[in-house]
């Protein structure tokens, strides 16, 4: 029998990168899995390939989380992990800095994300996992990441507080923080190409193990953390960055 068999997995934002490869993981260890995503053209196509179920909901929007929540509480009444993953990358200097990206980039990965746990907390068996995806930029001073950085370490704070809050129940919360990873995030800013190339080099000659992580990398670490071996590991946080979180001064 496989690890994960007969527990039934949320991932958010399971359409692309680290959510699609830890969907995949998921399901390769037994689970039964749920993706989701904001784009239903893109949740479909996902959900296909990974022969997994598909909902799409925008997690900006407390009330598709609801929405979400019941149609998964038809659908398997209780679930046994919830992988917080959907976020988004805007980079933005200090001084540079609208109400707009602020409100946006912490509306996602921060309200969104501890909003999409409140939510799925009525259906979450005892003894569930949460693992919230977040970011070594929480504890890094990266140019251009202040609101990404603050959205992350205030994700890693929730965390810490309701795995103390919810251990009652047995059920477990930790942060992943991966490094960089090959993934269509940094796509999705308004760098140009040839900013993207240069940032890439730049980030992999810093990293000690002188690659970017690769989805599959934090898929298995997920997984680990959704599985009964992590069953003693909570309020913790997993960097997951090839070294570059040691930060060395000379390499
Ligand atoms: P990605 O762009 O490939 O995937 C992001 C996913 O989040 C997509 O499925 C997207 O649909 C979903 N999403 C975004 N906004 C959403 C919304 N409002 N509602 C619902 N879903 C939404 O990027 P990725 O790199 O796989 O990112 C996944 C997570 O990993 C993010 O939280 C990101 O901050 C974090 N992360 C990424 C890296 C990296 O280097 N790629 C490093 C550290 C942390």
Known sequence: MSKLTGKVAIVTGGNSGIGYATAKELKNQGATVVITGRD??????????LGVKGIVADVKNL???DKLVEEVKKAYEKIDILFVNAGIFQPAAVGQISEEMFDYQMGINF?????TTEKFLPILSDGASIINLSSINAYTG?????VYAASKAALNAYTRTAA????????RVNSVNPGPVSTPIFGKTL???EQLNGFAEAMQNRIPLKRFGQPEDIAKLVCFLASDDASFIT?????????ININPLLN
């Not at 990266?142 to 202040?146: D, Q, R, S």
Request: glycine share 10%.
């Open 191 to 193: 760098m140009k190409e």
């Open 235 to 243: 309020g913790s946080e997993y960097n997951i960055d090839g070294g």
């Open 40 to 49: 239903s053209l893109k949740v479909v196509k996902a959900s296909q390939e």
């Open 111 to 115: 309200k969104g994300a501890l909003f």
């Open 164 to 171: 103390t809050e919810l251990a009652p129940r047995k059920i």
């Open 142 to 146: 990266m140019p251009n990441t202040a």
């Open 63 to 65: 009330s598709a989380i």
